[in-house]
């Protein structure tokens, strides 16, 4: 059983940067899809930008390409989101996400592919 630790999230302007991290515990990340998620107050759980561990192929919401870079660190069983030039609508619970087994090119932001979910990190961007 997967366990996740979030952590990075906080209280940012508009326009300025923070990075997410996802550490992993009780299971290699080898090989699965690693997904962030997020959900604003009265919306919809939305795919923000997922990777395959085996390759780092991967994906992102159109609200967020050019802005986010979701990378990973094999030797810390760690995800991370980088998030730059933040903006007030990116103001949302994220949630860090693994689809395992997960065959390659299969990580799409779907949310019902997903299996395994971390408690969430609160990211709130101010204008």
């Known amino acids: 059983q997967m366990q996740f630790v979030e952590s990075g999230g906080g209280s940012v302007q508009a326009g300025g940067s923070l990075r997410l991290s996802c550490t992993v515990s009780?299971?290699?990340?080898?090989?699965?899809?690693m997904g962030w998620f997020r959900q604003a107050p009265g919306k919809e759980r939305e795919g923000v930008a997922s990777?395959?561990?085996?390759?780092?192929?991967?994906y992102y919401a159109d609200s967020v390409k050019g802005r986010f870079t979701i990378s990973q660190d094999e030797a810390k069983n760690t995800v991370y989101l980088q998030m730059d030039s933040l903006k007030s609508e990116d103001t949302a619970m994220y949630y860090c996400a693994a689809r395992a087994p997960a065959p390659w090119g299969t990580c799409f932001l779907a949310r019902s592919l997903y299996n395994y979910w971390g408690q969430g990190t609160q990211v709130t961007v101010s204008s």
């Open positions: 990777i395959h561990t085996g390759g780092n192929m991967t």
């Open positions: 009780r299971v290699i990340i080898n090989n699965i899809c």
